[in-house]
Each structure stands twice: as structure tokens, then as C-alpha cells.
């Protein structure tokens, strides 16, 4: 159906704009102002629903994504011409695929950890020697603290400490493992002062949350 000029002209006519559409795209993809989201930003926010979060500043894509985007885009325009369009639309499709297994085993894989707990309970039970050793979760309520350690988490989420400052008092001399946002650091460490806080992960682990443990 596609063998005939008038056809032929209209699939040429299809690509053209699929070209246009895949330059807008890979725009998108890697454009990077003074303003959020930044281009690369822009996939990871079709998952989340916190859009106001850091995004990792040691990881940036924005060069694989416009490879992607120029490839895609030269196949499309190759693909007007009647003669390589088979060749032209199976590398095409190659190419999606290819950026499909991308976004899912490099882009997800490498951001993921940023937006959990999962890495750092992980690092917990590691660390500790025993279940003697607790983990407890500071003004967080993002649950997955609570969903990696089964609820196995002591959590206080209260603004007041008082709770917190009870349980540690209870718990004297005890080793204790803390996550909470970066954000807090400071303040936790005056809340425990003059107590000695080891910093178990960084921001290049997660960029939004910390382990840390002290005695208590």
C-alpha cells in the first residue's frame, strides 16, 4: 500500500514530522537554564510527585540523551528516502529499544536510590552487630524507612524531641543508627551533642536522606 508516489510521499511526509518531533524532544531531554526542571529532570518526574526535590548533582545524562535524539533524528530523515526506508525504520526501531533498555537499566537504576531508603537500611543491617542496635527514623515520614525494615524502625516524627530524647536517655550507651534528611544534619547534631555522629553514607549515595550512628 505503501508502493505507490502518492503513498510514498505521505510516509516521507509522516517522517519529516517525526524528525521535528524527535528535536523537540532531545531539546527537552538535555536543555539546562538557570530555572528547574533542568532537561534531564524531565523523565525522572513522570515517576515521582515530590517535583521540588534535588536531582543528584554528580549524575548528568544530558549528553547520552542527546546522542539518542541526533540518531533518532538522522534516522528519520534518512528514512524519507525511499530506497533505505526499511533499512532506515528497522534501525529506528532498534534505537527505541535500545533507549528503552537505557532509560530502565542506567537512568532508573543510577536515580532510584535518591528517591528511597532502600541502599541505606540496606548499609544499616550491615553495619549494626545485632538487633541491639536500633535504627531509628528523625522527623521523616516518607514510610519507606518503615517498609525496608519490615516496621522494624523506631520512628518520631515529632518536631518537640521528646520523645527522642526520652528514648535515647532510656537506651544509654547504646549504639544507635539514625536516617533523616540531609537538610537536618545540623540540627541533629546539636540535638545529640556533645555525642560524637559518624556519617555512614554520603550524597553521592543518596542525595536526599543520610545514615548516621552515635552512641547513645
Avoid at 129 to 150: R, S, V
Avoid at 154 to 171: G, P, R, T, W
Wanted: proline residues 4%.
Amino acid at each position: 500500500m505503501f508502493d505507490t508516489p502518492q503513498a510514498s510521499a505521505k510516509v516521507a511526509g509522516a517522517l519529516l514530522i517525526g524528525a521535528a518531533l524527535c528535536t523537540f524532544v532531545g531539546r527537552d531531554l538535555t536543555w539546562s537554564t538557570g530555572e528547574r526542571p533542568v532537561g534531564q529532570e524531565r523523565l525522572i518526574q513522570l515517576f515521582i510527585y515530590k517535583y521540588d526535590r534535588p536531582f543528584p548533582d554528580d549524575l548528568d545524562y544530558r549528553a547520552v540523551f542527546a546522542g539518542f535524539a541526533v540518531a533518532a533524528v538522522m534516522l528519520c530523515l534518512l528514512a524519507v528516502v525511499r530506497r533505505v526506508r526499511p533499512i532506515a525504520l528497522q534501525s529506528l526501531v532498534g534505537l527505541a529499544l535500545l533507549y528503552c533498555a537505557y532509560d530502565l537499566n542506567v537512568y532508573m537504576i543510577d536515580l532510584s536510590p535518591h528517591w528511597g531508603q532502600r541502599e541505606l537500611v540496606d548499609r544499616y543491617y550491615a553495619e549494626r552487630k545485632g538487633a541491639q542496635e536500633p535504627l531509628l527514623a528523625w522527623q521523616m515520614n516518607w514510610k519507606g524507612e518503615n517498609f525496608y525494615t519490615g516496621n522494624r524502625v523506631a520512628a518520631f516524627q515529632s518536631l518537640d524531641n521528646k520523645q527522642i530524647k526520652a528514648y535515647i536517655e532510656q537506651h544509654k550507651g547504646t549504639r544507635g543508627f539514625f536516617i533523616l534528611e540531609h537538610q537536618r544534619l545540623g540540627r541533629f547534631d546539636s540535638l545529640v551533642s556533645p555525642r560524637k555522629v559518624e556519617r555512614l553514607t554520603t550524597k553521592r549515595d543518596c542525595n536526599k536522606f543520610i545514615l548516621v550512628s552515635t552512641k547513645m
